[in-house]
């Protein structure tokens, strides 16, 4: 059997600030940068605490709802490492992210929830 993962860490790219913020709560950013106005194309940074299982590797999923389904698989293999970079967002939406750890039998089920809610600009 494969450990629950823990989803720890959230970081928005908001142009040239980096915000960081634990799982259990929702991050906003926006606004001007540096009197800039124009869209930025924005990215999602997720860490999450490796699984105690060993020999796995992770799959992400995003959401656009609250406690699911998390309709869009980010990662087209599993991923070996505890982190990824969503680069996909869209301006304005709030997406919900959770992770799997995956082995050659099965896969874990969903990490803790995380909320980001992208800026519109």
Same mark, same amino acid.
């Given at each position: 059997?494969?450990? /629950?993962?823990?989803?720890?860490? /959230? ?12 799982? $259990? ?25 490796? *699984? *105690? ?11 656009? #709802? ?7 698989? /980010? ?28 082995? #050659? ?8 929830? $995380? ?7």
């Amino acid at each position: 059997m494969i450990r /629950l993962l823990s989803l720890h860490r /959230l970081i928005a790219n908001c142009g040239l600030a980096v915000l960081v913020i634990a799982s $259990a709560g929702s991050l906003a950013c926006g606004g001007e940068h540096n009197g800039q106005t124009s869209p930025k194309q924005h990215t999602v940074a997720l860490s999450w605490n490796p *699984s *105690s299982t060993s020999n796995v590797q992770y799959n992400v999923y995003r959401g656009t #709802q609250h406690l699911g389904p998390y309709t869009t698989k /980010l990662n087209s293999t599993p991923l070996p490492s505890t982190s990824f970079t969503d680069s996909t967002v869209q301006n304005g939406a709030t997406y919900y992210y959770v992770v799997t750890a995956v082995d #050659q039998q099965s896969e874990s089920d969903y990490s803790n929830e $995380a909320q980001i809610v992208i800026p519109t600009s």
